[in-house]
């Protein structure tokens, strides 16, 4: 059961990563823009801010309208340099109008410069418009390929995204500090694998390294289910004191101890996870109360367990398997009225958890209620779970209430079974005492 909960865990937080994945494309866009302006740089770079919004008041009022490709590019220019990004699209779409040069390659760079602005603007079907103008004149433009991919996503079509990705690959495929930023666009459309490839280019170059690569890899192999290679990752990012604002490395670390059955190290990063202000606390109180379980902290396993059941209820989740290890802690601290309460929701939510009524009738028999006891246990064996267990224990109920005959024939049919040697031991001491 401890495996099959970390398997819901990881789906579960697969929803929540994904909310909290950073887009990178904006951050891309703007330095498109930075380019487009870059290129107009010879003619503005020597103004002053103050120089630059005085000349252009004198242009706008001297030459008004522009009318050729040359009027259109300086208008252009001085917006962009004035970051007025807005006036600067129907300029540049002027640019792209009167354009004469006779060259489509020069012609594509005009319409990425469009895109560019348009994106700035938030028109993205409008700069996905104009980066399939400049892909159809020169095919080998990989920042149009690229900035299309970002458009497409932002768009909703991840197909048309991870196509536009792998033709850009095929222009751009060395380029670590590219392949960097591609991660992040990769994991967005799910293909995770993809996403590892690139981040791991991002960490063996110097130019693009980042500690913070270490703990995007990490993710993607979480969700792949490739823990012990994300648990290096996020051990290193640790150990660079990488940081957590919002708990989500704490949170995969203590998933990737759990899969190394390290309880009590997954138990410290699941709370540090909390501390840290993980989007989801319900997720990780539901683990960490296993964790504190099966270590053995009943109290700790009672606290997080009764804090992930108020969560569950608040988020109108079925908190009936925390009900059931609420309860077995219960019952194995001693203390048998909660661990009834507990286990007793934990039948009327999920009845169909295995064992529940082997518990139900431990829980009985610790508390002298005999008949009940075997009523439990009778059941346990009959749904085919710890049945030699369970009808070891009935009879021992048996024996208290003196009925020797049922006993006997419990005791026998442990025996028969031979599949567990302890209990075959002990019930043959019992009849030897008949």
């Given at each position: 059961m401890a495996a099959f909960l970390v398997v819901v865990f990881i789906l579960g937080m697969v929803l929540t990563m994904r909310a909290q994945i950073r887009f990178s494309g904006l951050n891309y866009v703007g330095q498109v823009a930075e380019y487009a302006a870059h290129l107009t740089e010879d003619n503005t770079a020597y103004l002053s801010r103050g120089t630059?919004?005085?000349?252009?008041?004198?242009?706008?009022?001297?030459?008004?309208?522009?009318?050729?490709?040359?009027?259109?590019?300086?208008?252009?220019?001085?917006?962009?340099?004035?970051?007025?990004?807005?006036?600067?699209v129907p300029y540049m779409r002027g640019c792209v109008d009167t354009y004469d040069g006779g060259d489509n390659k020069e012609l594509a760079m005009l319409n990425l410069r469009l895109a560019s602005l348009y994106v700035l603007q938030e028109d993205y079907t409008a700069g996905v418009e104009a980066l399939d103008r400049a892909i159809e004149l020169d095919g080998t433009l990989a920042a149009a390929w690229f900035l299309r991919a970002e458009l497409q996503l932002t768009l909703g079509d991840a197909a048309a995204a991870v196509e536009d990705l792998g033709v850009y690959r095929t222009l751009e495929s060395s380029d670590a500090v590219i392949l960097a930023s591609l991660g992040s666009l990769y994991e967005t459309t799910g293909d995770l694998e993809a996403a590892v490839e690139c981040y791991s280019a991002g960490l063996a170059d110097q130019r693009s390294y980042s500690v913070d690569l270490l703990c995007d890899r990490a993710r993607c192999l979480v969700l792949l289910g490739r823990l012990d290679e994300a648990r290096q990752d996020l051990d290193s990012y640790f150990a660079r004191d990488g940081e957590d604002p919002d708990g989500e490395a704490a949170a995969m670390l203590a998933v990737c101890?759990?899969?190394?059955?390290?309880?009590?190290?997954?138990?410290?990063?699941?709370?540090?996870?909390?501390?840290?202000g993980y989007a989801t606390p319900y997720l990780l109180y539901s683990q960490s109360v296993l964790c504190a379980y099966l270590c053995g902290d009943y109290a700790a396993a009672i606290h997080d367990g009764e804090k992930a059941i108020a969560l569950a209820e608040e988020n109108g989740e079925n908190s009936g398997e925390l009900h059931f290890w609420v309860g077995l802690a219960g019952l194995v601290s001693g203390d048998y009225a909660a661990a009834d309460v507990h286990l007793q929701q934990a039948s009327d939510l999920r009845a169909d958890l295995a064992d529940l009524s082997y518990y139900?009738?431990?829980?009985?028999?610790?508390?002298?209620?005999?008949?009940?006891?075997?009523?439990?246990?009778?059941?346990?064996?009959?749904?085919?779970?710890?049945?030699?267990?369970?009808?070891y224990d009935r009879a021992v109920c048996y024996l208290a209430l003196e009925n020797i005959e049922e006993a006997a024939a419990d005791l026998r049919t442990v025996i028969e079974r031979g599949d567990e040697q302890e209990l075959s031991a002990k019930a043959e001491e019992l009849l030897a005492g008949f």
């Open positions: 630059l919004d005085r000349a252009w008041t004198i242009l706008r009022s001297t030459v008004r309208r522009p009318r050729s490709y040359e009027d259109y590019d300086m208008y252009a220019s001085l917006a962009i340099a004035r970051e007025d990004y807005e006036t600067a101890r759990m899969n190394d059955e390290d309880y009590a190290g997954a138990y410290e990063m699941f709370h540090r996870a909390l501390r840290d139900r009738g431990v829980s009985a028999l610790a508390q002298g209620e005999i008949e009940a006891a075997i009523a439990y246990f009778t059941d346990s064996a009959e749904r085919g779970e710890s049945i030699t267990q369970s009808l």
